[in-house]
C-alpha cells in the first residue's frame, strides 16, 4: 500500500506557473505508475497526466496540456511532479494524484488504487 499526499496549490495568474508535488509514502513509491488527475466545479474528474514507474520513461498527457505540463518524479524523494506552464482559467480545478502498482501508467481513474486528498489550483487574475 502507498499513502499519497498533494501539495503545491494556490492562486496564480494566467500565464503563470505552479509545480504540484505528490509525495508517497509506504510501499516502494518507485514501483508505481502515478496519474494526475483534476475535477473543476460541476465537472467529473478528467485525466490530465501520467508517468510511469521507475525512471518515469513513459509520460501521458490529455491534448489539452500538451506542451504546457510535464510530469517528472524523484524516486530518492518519492515524489512525484507536475510543473504547470502557461497556466489558463479553464485549468481551475481540484488536482488529485493517484497511484498503481506496475510500470505503464493509464488514463482511466478507474485503473488506480490509491487517491490523495486533492490540492486546488485556481488561475485567476
Known amino acids: 500500500q502507498v499513502q499519497l499526499v498533494e501539495s503545491g496549490g494556490g492562486l496564480v495568474q494566467p500565464g503563470g506557473s505552479m509545480t504540484l508535488s505528490c509525495a508517497g509514502a509506504g510501499d516502494r513509491f518507485s514501483t508505481y505508475a502515478v496519474g494526475w488527475f483534476r475535477q473543476g466545479p460541476g465537472k467529473e474528474r478528467e485525466f490530465v497526466a501520467a508517468?510511469?514507474?521507475?525512471?518515469?520513461?513513459?509520460?501521458y498527457y490529455t491534448d489539452s496540456v500538451k506542451g504546457r505540463f510535464t510530469a517528472s518524479r524523484d524516486n530518492d524523494k518519492n515524489t512525484v511532479y507536475l510543473q504547470m506552464d502557461s497556466l489558463k482559467v479553464e485549468d481551475t480545478a481540484v488536482y488529485f494524484c493517484?497511484?498503481?502498482?506496475?510500470?505503464?501508467?493509464?488514463?482511466?481513474?478507474?485503473?488506480?488504487?490509491?487517491w490523495g486528498q486533492g490540492t486546488q489550483v485556481t488561475v485567476s487574475s
Open positions: 508517468i510511469g514507474s521507475g525512471s518515469g520513461s513513459f509520460t
Open positions: 493517484a497511484a498503481r502498482s506496475g510500470v505503464l501508467p493509464y488514463t482511466t481513474t478507474a485503473r488506480y488504487d490509491y
